[in-house]
């Protein structure tokens, strides 16, 4: 018997959103007649969720923001990004190939996000991706986000399993972290955001180069179930 559920983080892990995120980053900045910033910098800013995306977006090359400043900025971002949700994503190299192995499997699915539920749900929908899933938990469907376990134990929960029945697969410290601290096994991809740092540092089973390698992976592996 093999895992009896995946979970998945999703930006920088299924899907790459970081030219729509930069893009809303940027257009909230001017906002704030602040110059724009690289995408590859706004990149080592994703990970924690908007809220955080956003303070460390305003913050950088100034002094931190004043919580006016951040619930502005947020409301900024908000709307920029749910204009822009998806534009420019596009769903990574074989993703679907590996999410129909682990099906094949007799796997259940589910998303683990700390992207708030208003931009996950159109985000998976755009991208062809939401019909694979049996649960998806956001950002704000818990009290607390990754790297808190929470959200992963929420998930099992509601596959209807035990963390020793589930893999996680991510591609950032927080991802790490959550399944670590939830006692899940987790696999990271290398071609993810993981805050600008090397994804070889990340305390994880494996680094597989994409899902269909995640998929053989968990093939290859025999869980002792509690």
Same mark, same amino acid.
């Given at each position: ?166 893999? +996680? ?55 002792? +179930?509690?």
């Amino acid at each position: 018997m093999h895992f009896a559920g995946i979970l998945f983080d999703l930006d920088g892990t299924l899907v790459h959103t970081i030219p729509d995120l930069a893009d809303a980053a940027n257009a909230m900045r001017q906002d704030m007649d602040l110059a724009p910033l690289p995408e590859s910098l706004i990149a080592t800013f994703v990970g924690k969720g908007v809220e955080q995306l956003v303070i460390r977006t305003l913050s950088h090359g100034g002094h931190p923001p004043s919580v006016d400043q951040v619930m502005r900025g947020l409301a900024r971002f908000q709307d920029h990004y749910r204009a822009l949700n998806g534009r420019h994503s596009q769903v990574f190299p074989g993703v679907i190939a590996g999410l129909q192995a682990f099906h094949s499997q007799g796997a259940r699915l589910a998303i683990v996000t700390n992207k708030g539920s208003d931009f996950t749900a159109p985000l998976l929908r755009l991208m062809g991706l939401d019909t694979y899933f049996d649960v998806v938990v956001c950002g704000d469907t818990c009290e607390r986000k990754k790297p808190d376990p929470l959200p992963l134990f929420h998930a099992c929960d509601l596959l209807g399993i035990k963390p020793a029945q589930a893999l +996680f697969i991510g591609d950032s410290i927080n991802d790490a972290l959550a399944a670590q601290a939830a006692g899940i096994q987790v696999l990271a991809l290398p071609y993810g955001y993981n805050e600008g740092q090397p994804v070889q540092s990340l305390p994880v089973d494996a680094i597989v180069d994409s899902l269909v390698e995640a998929a053989q992976w968990a093939a290859d592996q025999t869980p002792e +179930f509690a």
